[in-house]
Structures are given as C-alpha cells and as structure tokens.
C-alpha cells in the first residue's frame, strides 16, 4: 500500500456522479456528487482555525492565516469544544461564524450521528479534518483532529486548494 494521494482525474471511470474504482474495501478512493476523494486519504489541514484548550478562535481573512494566534484577527467562537475524544453527537453553532462547526457533544457511534471520530489535546493546537485510509471508521468528513501542535508533520498529513481566491 502506498502512503500518497491518488492523482486527479481517477474518477472520470466513475458511471455516476458518485462511486468508486476498484472494490470498495477502504483502498481505493471514491467520488461523491462529483467532488474527488472527498477527505482524500489524508489528515487536511485546515488553515484558519486555532485551538486553546477547547476554545477554537477563527480568521475569516486568508492573508492574516497564522498559528498559535489568539487574539485578532481571529475571533474566538460562542462556544467551547468537547474535551473528551469520542464519536460526535452533535456540532457547535455560532450565529456570527456559521461555516465553523465543532463537536461539542459526544455519544454517537460507527452508525449513528455524525458517525465520525473526534480526537482533541489541551494546550494550543491546530485543526485537521478527514483522516487517512489507515483509520477507517475513525476518519470520514466529519472527522475532527484538534490535537496537533502546529509544527507537527506526518506522511499523513497534506492539503487541497479549496477554494481559489479571486483579486
């Protein structure tokens, strides 16, 4: 097994808009509703979020994207994280900030909920989402890593562009 992402384009074998190549034993990828490996085999970073024993702070301003930062322009959110690894249960809201939902209560499972595992440490940490095909039922979209030191680095580990900005 290789320990690096699929290339794009893998899924134009794909009949529908969703499905996967291969047999559908957790080593091949997949695509939903068009979207590639849609946590794509790795832990994702995610840029924007930082965490303080629970307390996640967000910027909405790429450009001003820093770790371990916990003042402005990151702005802490109007609840606080479950401080317990655990299947989710439910996600946090903040009516100011309703892209950046994080568990806050455990006691799903495998079938249940969101069906994704949550894992968390105190101090300050950054955020990664999804997870990698070692992990199996403990990654999915929902998946929240909100235990790594920023200097943290793993084969794990990687990124996507999201989103491109426009100037």
């Known amino acids: 097994v290789a320990s690096r992402g699929w290339l794009n384009g893998f899924s134009k074998n794909i009949a529908a808009s969703s499905g996967y190549i291969g047999t559908n034993d957790g080593k091949y990828p997949c695509s939903y509703r068009g979207i590639e490996s849609p946590y794509d085999g790795v832990w994702q970073w995610v840029d924007g979020v930082n965490i303080n024993d629970h307390q996640a702070w967000v910027c909405k301003d790429a450009e ?3 770790s371990n930062l916990f ?3 990151y702005e802490k959110l109007g609840y606080v994280n479950a401080d317990a ?3 989710i249960k439910e996600m946090g809201f903040d009516p100011d900030y309703p892209f950046a939902e994080f568990p806050v209560e455990l006691g799903g499972t495998t079938s249940t909920y969101y069906s ?3 894992y968390r440490s105190t101090g300050q940490r950054v955020a ?3 997870g990698h095909w070692y992990y199996g039922l403990f990654a999915g ?3 929240w890593r909100l235990d790594a ?6 084969v794990t580990f ?3 562009l999201v989103r491109r900005g426009v100037s």
């Open 64 to 66: 001003q994207y820093a």
């Open 71 to 73: 003042a402005s322009p």
């Open 85 to 87: 690894n655990g299947y």
């Open 116 to 118: 994704d595992y949550y």
């Open 128 to 130: 990664r989402v999804g």
């Open 141 to 143: 979209p929902s998946c």
């Open 149 to 154: 030191l920023s200097v943290y680095s793993d």
């Open 158 to 160: 990687g990124g996507r």
